[in-house]
């Protein structure tokens, strides 16, 4: 069975310095969505892609953030400028249409310090 | 925006015990999906179930889309059912998923 993966699985770096998680969603997938979980908090909403644009993201989601889908088979997520409370789980997720379920990848615990 | 609330926030329950857990949700919804998060962090998914009744093992989920509710039952619970249970949902217009603050279960042998 097709499935998301993501790495690296576990990232640390140092505040301030730039950061790339990367995701290769189902193949046949065609809207994309970045969400991340602080340890111990409910997982949170950041962006959703579609067409090759944003199509929402949310108030966490400032100019530190992009995405991009370079190839047509990667999706990444870059943080420009790290700081301590982006220290979270990061989960790529995908689905075929707007109407059926969200596959998640395993994530990636993103560590900053 | 839409407000996701998921009751108990935990729950403890010993081995062949039966729960339900339940998500509340503020507006009509398109999608809702329900996950356990294991040990690892990873999202599991359990059911996509915007409206109606599904059943799958030991474990069946039902949607009242009408009355803005959904629940999720566990029968006869093993230890590797313990972790955290999240709804999520995605209200009408938007893509994304609102996640519920999840119940926490525990499982004793």
């Not at chain 1, 982006?86 to 395993?106: I, V």
């Not at chain 2, 503020?26 to 809702?32: A, E, M, P, R, T």
């Not at chain 2, 313990?82 to 996640?99: D, E, L, P, Q």
Request: proline share 4%; net charge negative; aromatic share 14%.
């Amino acid at each position: 069975e097709p499935e998301v993966t993501q790495t690296p699985s576990h990232q640390v770096t140092q505040m301030g310095q730039e950061v790339i998680l990367r995701c290769v969603p189902i193949s046949n997938h065609l809207y994309f969505y970045w969400y991340r979980q602080i340890l111990g908090q409910k997982v949170e909403f950041l962006v959703s892609f579609y067409n090759n644009e944003i199509s929402e993201k949310s108030e966490i989601f400032d100019d530190q953030f992009s995405v991009e889908r370079p190839d047509g088979s990667n999706f990444t997520l870059k943080i420009r400028s790290t700081k301590l409370e982006d220290s979270a789980m990061y989960f790529c997720a995908g689905r075929e249409s707007s109407y059926n379920e969200q596959f998640f990848g395993p994530g990636t615990r993103l560590t900053v310090l | 925006g839409i407000q996701v609330e998921q009751s108990p926030p935990d729950l403890i329950l010993q081995e062949g015990a039966n729960s339900t857990l339940r998500c509340n949700f503020s507006d009509s919804v398109n999608n809702l999906q329900w996950f356990h998060q294991n040990p690892w962090g990873q999202l599991i998914n359990l059911f996509y179930i915007p409206s109606g009744t599904k059943q799958n093992g030991r474990l069946s989920a039902t949607t009242v889309a009408t009355e803005r509710y959904s629940l999720l039952y566990i029968s006869s619970s093993q230890t590797t059912d313990s972790g955290v249970y999240f709804c999520a949902v995605g209200a009408s217009g938007t893509y994304k998923y609102i996640f519920g603050t999840g119940t926490r279960l525990k499982v004793l042998a």
